[in-house]
């Protein structure tokens, strides 16, 4: 009974598979973020109404508005 020993490439390919799955999930992210700008916005009125409690305001990052 014989070893099966990976070679350059399969360990290569296996990198890769890992790497672009890595990339298309960050670009997936970027595209739709876990937080929506609605739900954003929407605490930042309630902040500046004075209904936020004490959760701090999010502001946006990169000089969005």
Request: charged letters at 10%.
């Amino acid at each position: 009974m014989g070893y099966y020993q990976p070679t350059w490439v399969e360990w290569g390919i296996l990198a890769g598979s890992f790497g672009l799955f890595g990339f298309l999930y960050f670009m997936f992210l970027h595209l739709a973020p876990i937080v929506s700008i609605w739900e954003v916005r929407e605490g930042e009125h309630l902040a500046e109404a004075g209904l936020g409690g004490s959760q701090p305001s999010l502001r946006p990052v990169g000089g969005e508005s």
